[in-house]
């Protein structure tokens, strides 16, 4: 089992960047495939992206490709989304969420453990 804690969420501008931060607890962080996904008010929760156990593979939505970037420290127990040429509609409550095997899934059902979130506000 694992235990998720997000950080690093906030009010930016348009255009600007942030770093979310998500901290695991536990020995086995290394073995979890983690993906970060996010829900705005009266939409569904989707995937962002996604991060093989090694941190050599990712995987992105097409709305975030080649803005947003994910990496993780496993000597830190932490996975990382950095997030550039942020826009409006990129306003949600993200979360960072582990799964044990491949990290090609994108549905919010196939991870097991889940952050509580933090809020991303980009004003235009």
């Known amino acids: 089992q694992v235990q998720l804690v997000e950080s690093g969420g906030g009010l930016v501008q348009a255009g600007g960047s942030l770093r979310l931060s998500c901290a695991a607890s536990g020995r086995t962080f290394s073995s979890y495939a983690m993906g970060w996904f996010r829900q705005a008010p009266g939409k569904e929760r989707e995937f962002v992206g996604s991060i093989n156990y090694s941190g050599e593979g990712t995987f992105y939505a097409d709305s975030v490709k080649g803005r947003f970037t994910i990496s993780r420290d496993n000597a830190k127990n932490t996975v990382y989304l950095q997030m550039n040429s942020l826009k409006p509609e990129d306003t949600a409550v993200y979360y960072c969420?582990?799964?044990?095997?491949?990290?090609?899934?994108?549905?919010?059902?196939?991870?097991?453990?889940w952050g509580q979130g933090t809020q991303v506000t980009v004003s235009s």
């Open positions: 969420a582990a799964r044990g095997g491949s990290y090609l899934y994108t549905p919010p059902y196939k991870y097991a453990y």
